[in-house]
């Protein structure tokens, strides 16, 4: 087995003296992987270290860390190993278990990466992987990025067997004596790929017989046209940009075009536009292309495109730049299909849109914004007095008419006091004041109105930016809206002329801030 030859063509070789990060689970194919880069570096003098990330889901995750570690002792290679209860994160994190392993084990080989000083991470993906992949991709209906399978190389993310078959891994495995431990899992049939590794692939064998490279192969072609036309696509992003300079203030969003921006000039394609860095710190991606895609040192959280700057690039590649924008946020893009690019081109004025990982999309005045997500603030009890919720100061007092609070303080920067306030009386009833973040079926009857309208409704009608509807406040009273921050109160719970009502007082953060300075 011969790696040489491919990791020179794709510039996986480190110089001699910097390290790889050999990523080590015990199976046979990352044994191969780390046994040959160990023989390798002795050679050509780099040196090598391996990572192992013990997922604690198996009852052999044990058995699989002390394999790894016996072995690296035989080869003198320093091992680095971190633990984490899997399951349990994807509970919290709302992520699917493989989703979660996959980010905790990729984030794991970055630290360890940057803390060793490592110039190369190595994963030990071999051509069954390729081919599976990219079959997996076109079942879910991909489009060419997903066909383009794995890419070879991602940063300093590199896969020396991305092309070597199952059988040349097991030869090698053979001929040194090494040993390897078993996955049990491998032989579930709950898993997709196992059942297309165990079911599908036989069959397709008895059509073809080299399904795997004939795959790759196309695999491969498809990533070559990919760097050309994310390029291509790329440059009108980067043309508004530098059509644009000012229009991004200082730690604020991306923003990319004018109505007035120029079409880059396609007599300079292709292979011209600078190549993406990749930030160490950058979670990398399993399985997707896009190599030369846009990146940042600090990734924003949050960037938007002119519907002008859209509309200049051909109808084809227009989901290709919106894949381009999505990739400059701080989150991994595996869930993104074809689907949310299509739901995200037809995004109507004033619409908003939930995508995977975090990701609000909205369109106000012609431009269209990618933002990540702030967690919702939870549920709030009201008691008297102040309190803060999500972004908002609030201040709770009793009174027999609509008075200012006792202090004289919170009013608006503009001295008007309604701004900001709702009174409301519960008809003296104990009951329980709550404030929360607007809820699917949420409706309100203002005084006057003919009927019951939508929170979300009544907001957009007064004009509230889609990315704040999500945590405009809701007053509820006993669970049931009754008065919702810059809308009004419902008539059942609106204030009574005689007897104590609720007066609620909400400044947003930053106006109060403004008014104080």
Same mark, same amino acid.
């Given at each position: 087995m011969d790696l040489m030859p491919w990791m020179q063509q794709q510039g996986m070789l480190p110089a001699a003296g910097e390290t790889v990060l050999c990523a080590v689970s015990g199976g046979r194919d990352s044994v191969c992987l780390l046994h040959y880069l160990a023989s390798l570096g002795r050679r050509r003098g780099f040196a090598v270290a391996a990572a192992h990330y013990n997922h604690l889901m198996r009852p052999t995750a044990g058995r699989d860390e002390a394999f790894v570690a016996g072995l690296c002792r035989e080869l003198s290679v320093p091992l680095y190993v971190e633990r984490g209860d899997v399951r349990a994160i994807a509970r919290q994190e709302g992520w699917g278990v493989e989703e979660a392993g996959r980010r905790l084990r990729y984030d794991f080989l970055e630290r360890t990466a940057d803390a060793i000083g490592a110039s190369r991470i190595a994963t030990a993906h071999h051509l069954s992987d390729q081919a599976e992949t990219v079959v997996l991709n076109l079942l879910r209906g991909t489009g060419p990025e997903g066909l383009a399978g794995i890419p070879p190389v991602r940063g300093r993310l590199i896969r020396p067997l991305l092309q070597t078959p199952r059988q040349e891994i097991e030869a090698y495995l053979t001929a040194h004596g090494l040993g390897h431990v078993e996955d049990e899992t491998n032989?579930?049939?709950?898993?997709?790929?196992?059942?297309?590794?165990?079911?599908?692939?036989?069959?397709?064998?008895?059509?073809?017989?080299?399904?795997?490279?004939?795959? %790759?192969?196309?695999?491969?072609?498809? *990533?070559?046209?990919?760097?050309?036309?994310?390029?291509?696509? *790329?440059?009108?992003?980067?043309?508004?940009?530098?059509?644009?300079?000012?229009?991004?203030?200082?730690? +604020?969003?991306? /923003?990319? +075009?004018?109505?007035?921006?120029?079409?880059?000039? /396609? %007599? /300079?394609?292709?292979? /011209?536009?600078?190549? *993406?860095?990749?930030?160490?710190n950058r979670p990398l991606e399993d399985g997707k292309t896009g190599d030369i895609s846009p990146d940042f040192t600090s990734a924003p959280t949050a960037v938007s495109v002119s519907e002008a700057v859209l509309r200049s690039a051909p109808e084809e590649l227009r989901p290709r730049m919106l894949r381009l924008l999505l990739e400059r946020l701080p989150v991994g893009k595996k869930d993104v299909s074809a689907a949310h690019i299509e739901a995200l081109l037809s995004l109507r004025e004033g619409g908003m849109l939930d995508l995977p990982e975090g990701v609000t999309a909205w369109r106000e005045k012609d431009v269209l914004h990618l933002e990540m997500t702030p967690p919702s603030p939870p549920p709030l009890t009201l008691s008297e007095g102040e309190q803060v919720w999500g972004d908002y100061l609030v201040r709770v007092w009793r009174s027999e008419k609509n008075t200012p609070p006792p202090d004289g303080e919170g009013l608006s920067k503009t001295g008007r006091f309604s701004d900001h306030i709702l009174t409301l009386s519960d008809g003296g009833k104990m009951s329980e004041w709550t404030l929360r973040c607007p809820q699917r079926g949420d409706g309100l009857t203002l005084p006057g109105a003919r009927g019951r309208r939508s929170v979300k409704r009544l907001l957009t009608e007064r004009g509230m930016p889609p990315r704040r509807r999500r945590t405009t406040p809701v007053v509820c009273i006993n669970g049931e809206p009754a008065a919702v921050y810059g809308v009004g109160t419902d008539q059942r719970f609106l204030p009574e002329k005689d007897g104590s009502n609720i007066n609620i007082l909400m400044i947003e953060k930053d106006q109060e801030e403004e008014s104080n300075g």
């Open positions: 032989d579930s049939m709950d898993f997709t790929r196992n059942r297309l590794r165990q079911e599908v692939w036989p069959l397709l064998v008895t059509l073809h017989p080299a399904p795997e490279r004939s795959i %790759a192969r196309a695999a491969a072609i498809l *990533r070559r046209e990919n760097v050309f036309l994310d390029r291509l696509a *790329r440059s009108y992003l980067e043309t508004a940009v530098s059509d644009c300079p000012s229009i991004r203030k200082s730690g +604020g969003p991306e /923003t990319f +075009g004018d109505a007035a921006h120029a079409v880059p000039d /396609t %007599a /300079t394609f292709p292979g /011209t536009l600078p190549e *993406r860095t990749v930030s160490p």
